[in-house]
T-cell receptor, first 114, second 114 residues
Framework: EAQVTQNPRYLITVTGKKLTVTCSQN?????MSWYRQDPGLGLRQIYY???????DKGDVPEGYKVSRKEKRNFPLILESPSPNQTSLYFC?????????????FGPGTRLTVT | GESVGLHLPTLSVQEGDNSIINCAYS??????FIWYKQESGKGPQFIID?????DKRQGQRVTVLLNKTVKHLSLQIAATQPGDSAVYFC?????????????FGKGTHLIIQP
């Protein structure tokens, strides 16, 4: 089954404790993105990657890091989480070949930073 | 069905009626528009897209209309069913697809009344 998986689905952590949210897709997609979703603000792009070893900042990259060492994986790293990073996070992937925005989203990771 | 304003956080319709969800976009340079559906506890799911050289595009029970003059996008859902209950997002972007430059709207919560 074609899908994007994220782990963990839920995470409660404390300020300053480094964490990583993993994202993996099995569709051989070139493009991958991370979004955060907050009430009243909608979906905002954090980082995106056009291919392996190619990443770039989205609209709200501060406090986040990403890496794309393999085509299927695109982990999101919070080196020193803060309470304002409490949010619902989505990973998404899409294919360069279709020239469309038919992004496939993961199920989401709900992060709480206390 | 009913036509609502440019953006309402919530739209309530009777089961079986047609639903119209509206969206105003801001970037005149955007030439690609997408509608996503997000059910409770899930990631957004692609519904339909339209390029700026089109005014209308139809899918299964859904129609997207684009009015570039007033920068307005709408999603029409025919014969609304309980499974249509979700938050619907419009998004705008630029041609060529890709992982960057996609801007999401705030979303409209569609509630189906029995």
């Amino acid at each position: 089954e074609a899908q994007v998986t994220q782990n963990p689905r839920y995470l409660i952590t404390v300020t300053g404790k480094k964490l990583t949210v993993t994202c993996s897709q099995n569709m051989n997609h070139e493009y991958m993105s991370w979004y955060r979703q907050d009430p009243g603000l909608g979906l905002r792009q954090i980082y995106y990657s056009m291919n392996v070893e190619v990443t770039d900042k989205g609209d709200v990259p501060e406090g986040y890091k990403v890496s794309r060492k393999e085509k299927r994986n695109f982990p999101l790293i919070l080196e020193s989480p803060s309470p304002n990073q409490t949010s619902l996070y989505f990973c998404a992937s899409s294919s360069r070949r279709t020239s469309s925005y038919e992004q496939y989203f993961g199920p989401g990771t709900r992060l709480t930073v206390t | 069905g009913e036509s609502v304003g440019l953006h309402l956080p919530t739209l309530s319709v009777q089961e079986g009626d047609n639903s119209i969800i509206n969206c105003a976009y801001s970037n005149s340079a955007s030439d690609y528009f997408i509608w996503y559906k997000q059910e409770s506890g899930k990631g957004p799911q692609f519904i339909i897209d339209i390029r700026s050289n089109m005014d209308k595009r139809q899918g299964q029970r859904v129609t997207v209309l684009l009015n570039k003059t007033v920068k307005h996008l709408s999603l029409q859902i025919a014969a609304t069913q309980p499974g249509d209950s979700a938050v619907y997002f419009c998004a705008e972007g630029h041609s060529g697809g890709g992982a960057d430059g996609l801007t999401f709207g705030k979303g409209t919560h569609l509630i189906i009344q029995p």
